[in-house]
């Protein structure tokens, strides 16, 4: 198996905490002789800057020939008043759909040593360990028919059509179901079956697969409204949460929420192969760009989770997050989730102490 990453920094903190995370790569890669190669490419602001568009061929040839992609964050004021067509985030859901980047895992973990950034009483959340698990490329999102239409009374209508067929519903469950077998075996199907029939076919299918294929994963149905109640409720009832396009969109900010803090979030985006896209969960951060006070941390954790579901090295990528647990344990904090008591650092420090806690 080839083993090539390509790296795209983009815009704002995107170079500062994605050097930081090539730092940790470069270490872990060395350590567990993991004979990772990487090279690096242009994607959203920085693209239009040097070649009038997002997401320039070359950048789409090398994402596609990439067994994994590390992504930092694009866009920014500079490009806002660009016409939206070539704007930096179509570079993004243009690479997102060329890679058929279906499957969007987003864990919502609550380090112990950050329990008082979460909203939430400690009780509930402490040890919070949760992952969403989002189809990405179909449902209402893309459907067909859709549009604003002008009815015969002159009134508008705006339409949207939710879809999902059989194969479309199997890969993303078992991508659920897979995933959970390498956590706490349980998974949660979302849904309004009640009310919709193209999640009454969800729930059919998702039944259907853990039955014939999955019989050690513990399944579960909830309604999406219930599910919403639940995260907010009693969070830690959950291991893995499989749902739409949708219904994934709306869970995954909740659940992401319930940490509290948004530089502690990586996330992947996998095809049916394996390969996959890594990124933090937040954005370009431009109100801090370039100040050397952003935090890594969900770069380094998305480092982790490629290492974890597109190379299966399983135990780098644990060596990662136990890094990132180590230098939480010594206080160190960046501006976002800086508390009394604890030693603020900037982004480099931050990424070296990770680099240390490695060695
Ligand atoms: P944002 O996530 O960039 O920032 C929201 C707030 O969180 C800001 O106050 C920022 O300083 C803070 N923040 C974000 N990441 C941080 C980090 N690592 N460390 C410390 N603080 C952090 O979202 P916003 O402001 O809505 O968007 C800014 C730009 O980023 C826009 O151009 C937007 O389109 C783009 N964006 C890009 C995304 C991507 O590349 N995947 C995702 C979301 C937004
Ligand atoms: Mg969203």
Redesign the pocket.
């Known amino acids: 198996m080839s083993k090539q990453i390509l790296i795209l920094a983009?815009?704002?903190?995107?170079p500062e905490?994605m050097s930081a995370a090539e730092r940790v790569l470069g270490v872990v890669n060395e350590k567990f002789n993991l004979g990772l190669s990487w090279e690096h490419g242009l994607l959203?602001g920085c693209a239009i800057d040097a070649h009038g568009v997002p997401l320039p061929d070359v950048t789409l040839k090398a994402a596609k020939k990439a067994d994994a992609v590390l992504?930092?964050?694009?866009?920014?004021?500079k490009?806002?008043t660009i016409e939206r067509s070539i704007r930096?985030?179509r570079g993004?859901l243009k690479i997102r759909s060329e890679l058929n980047l279906f499957a969007n895992l987003r864990p919502a973990i609550l380090y112990p040593q950050l329990a008082d950034a979460s909203s939430l009483k400690p009780e509930i959340v402490a040890g919070l360990d949760i992952l969403i698990v989002r189809e990405l490329t179909g449902g209402i999102y893309f459907g067909q028919p859709r549009g604003i239409r002008t009815l015969e009374n002159g009134e508008k209508q705006g339409y949207n059509t939710d879809v999902y067929s059989e194969s479309e519903i199997k890969r993303i469950a078992k991508v659920a179901f897979d995933m959970a077998g390498l956590r706490g075996g349980k998974v949660c199907s979302v849904d309004k079956a009640n009310v919709l029939e193209v999640t009454e076919l969800w729930k059919q299918t998702v039944t259907e697969l853990a039955a014939s294929e999955y019989p050690n994963i513990q399944l579960s149905h909830m309604y999406v409204d219930n599910a919403a109640m639940q995260l907010v409720r009693a969070p830690k009832q959950f291991d893995v949460i499989v749902t739409g396009n949708l219904f994934g969109d709306i869970l995954s900010d909740e659940a992401a929420m319930l940490t509290g803090s948004?530089?502690m979030l990586p996330s992947a985006s996998l095809d049916e192969n394996g390969k996959g896209m890594y990124?933090?969960?937040?954005?370009?951060?431009?109100?801090?760009a370039g100040k050397n006070?952003?935090?890594?941390?969900?770069?380094i954790l998305s480092v982790a989770m490629m290492l974890r579901y597109t190379f299966r090295e399983e135990t780098a990528a644990k060596a990662i997050e136990d890094a990132v647990g180590k230098v939480l344990d010594q206080g160190l904090r960046?501006?976002?989730i800086m508390s009394d008591g604890m030693t603020q650092v900037g982004t480099q420090a931050m990424g070296e102490a990770v680099v240390n806690a490695l060695a």
């Open positions: 983009g815009d704002g903190i995107g905490i959203g992504l930092g964050a694009v866009g920014g004021p490009w806002d930096p985030e993004l948004i530089g990124e933090p969960c937040h954005g370009s951060a431009p109100d801090i006070i952003a935090n890594p941390l969900a770069t960046t501006g976002d």
